[in-house]
């Protein structure tokens, strides 16, 4: 029968239900709904405001929604990853704190981190466990609160981030749907042009990070936007190269939801028609690691049993790689 194949059988998301919009962001900073439209292409983001609440509990509100969609047990889970930048805490993990909130309790979990890449680095990472036959069903989530490290009187990223969680169940197949193939990439050059440069081991919190607004997001814009038109679209030419795929073939693509200039730059290499690129940046910003699975549960009951999918993402690090997959189910 040969190795199993790790494919994706169900799919949640959770997102709040406020909507800050670009009329309410201008009146916050000075910027204008055209400036944003124009660049990155994003007319609403979602916010989490509870200031009792944090990714957390959005994963958990999305593996809950997962869960039900699949008529699936908590006590069925093997293994629970989160990917995220913004957790609860340094620690325990966000795996660990969600597990615990939606009663998983016969599993272990972890993080991990790979910026907006987390869903295509978390994903390969959770289909090994099935692969190698040690996990019968994983729960991939992606969990992001990215309204608590933007600084909201920075125009150049303000309009950029949302706050969203999507997450997904894998379980093994034999069948020829599920994971093909993937590329992933890191160059370490990134890590001078996008990250938050304090509270970590190295510049740890005092009062003078915080009146610095060291604890935000800081981005070199042109330097993340020109890696990331390179390597997000020639990674996604790679993986259809070696596997043979021309743009008829491709299905869908599933981009990261950065900047709509990025998505189509990498839609233009590939060949792939606007009409088979999924795109709801405009509704919910930049989620970074829940940005692909959101994508997938909005346009699950457009999915077709053994459609060609590319998941293509660009993030912090730099980081980025491709996933190919044929899709393996038909929404009931």
């Known amino acids: 029968m040969g190795k199993p194949k790790a494919v994706i059988t169900g799919i949640g998301a959770y997102y709040p239900d406020y909507i800050l919009d670009n009329e309410g962001l201008c009146r916050m900073v000075d910027t204008s709904d055209e400036w ?107 969990a992001e609160k990215m309204s608590a490290i933007t600084d909201y009187s920075d125009r150049t990223t303000c309009p950029l981030f949302g706050d969203a969680s999507s997450a997904v169940l894998l379980e093994p197949t034999y069948e020829d749907v599920g994971i093909k193939d993937h590329i992933l990439r890191t160059d370490g050059i990134g890590r001078s042009h996008l990250y938050m440069k304090a509270g970590g081991s190295l510049y740890p919190p005092t009062i003078e990070t915080v009146i610095n607004k060291e604890h935000f997001i800081y981005q070199e814009g042109q330097a993340v936007f020109k890696h990331a038109v390179s390597k997000m679209a020639d990674v996604s030419v790679e993986i259809m190269e070696r596997n043979d795929l021309t743009s008829d073939d491709v299905a869908w693509l599933v981009p990261h939801q950065a900047n709509l200039r990025i998505i189509d730059a990498t839609a233009r290499r590939m060949g792939v028609d606007n009409s088979k690129v999924m795109i709801n940046i405009q509704k919910y910003g930049n989620t970074t690691s829940a940005t692909i699975p959101l994508c997938l549960y909005e346009w699950e009951d457009r999915l077709n049993k053994g459609d060609n999918i590319i998941l293509a993402a660009f993030g912090a690090g730099f980081t980025w790689g491709a996933v190919y997959m044929k899709w393996g189910y038909d929404k009931k």
């Open 36 to 142: 944003i439209m124009t660049r990155v292409g994003i007319k609403e983001r979602r916010i989490l405001r509870d200031k009792d609440k944090g990714s957390a509990y959005l994963g958990a509100r999305a593996v809950e929604d997962l869960l039900r969609r699949t008529n699936t047990s908590p006590d069925e889970i093997d293994l629970l990853i989160c990917a995220t930048v913004t957790p609860d805490m340094h620690f325990p993990a966000n795996g660990n704190i969600i597990s615990d909130m939606v009663g998983i309790k016969h599993a272990f979990s972890f993080d991990l981190n790979a910026g907006c890449s987390g869903f295509v680095f978390g994903l390969m990472t959770a289909a090994q466990w099935i692969e190698n036959g040690t996990c019968k069903k994983v729960v991939f989530v992606g």
